[in-house]
């Protein structure tokens, strides 16, 4: 779609920036290591992974938004068959699609093939609004795959896509922002929204509450399939962030692209 490239990048400037003031103006935590490494770091991440969906277009004919208007111009897909109104289809698309993304979430923590890759994400020793784009070039490909095999079975309209992925890239930077919101607030978005203390409860170094709060945007799914836990065992203060065994070598970029071929 014409300037397509251009929105999504205004919204996520936008909202990187809204998000960073707003936790250097209240934050939650402490740091435990300098913002000024970790940012160059995860933010360089941003820049491969870009570079691997580039390269995964030159692999593939299409890409998710591009898939959907050839799912559309073939007819493919069940939206496509049943000719419903594009709101519907647009509110049921952004529903799947996010479902989706909570699964796919799930299974990188089930398979230790795909842990070994987003544990990347995980190894982040401190989590604000640039956690949210750390996340290994091998997953985001993988993770485009299976967005583009969903699109082409749904036949969602391109706009859909790309709604969901904006509201995709927006809630995780929200829900890693290093953001102190007050406790009422925080109470009223719970039941629907995923928020900086609920999701910071998976990124905790104990197996039983990093294996929970999967979610990305909506906090629905991690309810339905009891993979909800409101608050970690030691307190959002106390709480210890990243895996078990790390030191601070999560901030050095080659370290990083390293650890999933290490033995660790």
Known sequence: MEHETLIRLSVFLGLFALFAVAEAMAPRR?????????????????????????????????????????????????????????WVETV????????????????THKIPFLWRFHRVHHAD???????????????????MLL??????????????????????NGTAMFNHANIRLPLTFDRMLRPVLVTPDMHRVHHSIHRAEHDSNYGFSLSIWDRMFGTYIAQPKAGHDDMTIGLQWQDDSPSKLGWSLRLPFSRK
């Open 30 to 86: 402490i740091r435990s290591q300098s913002r000024q490494r970790r940012w160059l770091t995860n933010v360089t991440f941003t820049v491969l992974n870009t570079l691997a969906l580039r390269a995964l277009a030159l692999a593939l004919p299409l890409l998710a938004v591009g898939a959907a208007i050839d799912a559309q111009a073939q007819g493919w897909g069940l939206f496509n068959s049943l000719q419903w109104p594009v």
């Open 92 to 107: 049921l698309a952004v529903l799947i699609l996010d479902f989706a993304i909570w699964a796919q979430h799930l299974i």
């Open 125 to 143: 020793r401190d989590i604000d609004v640039t956690t949210a784009i750390r996340f290994h070039p091998v997953e985001i490909a993988f993770s």
């Open 147 to 168: 967005k583009i095999g969903l699109v082409y079975l749904m036949g969602p309209t391109a706009l859909a896509v790309i709604l969901f992925e904006i509201i995709l």
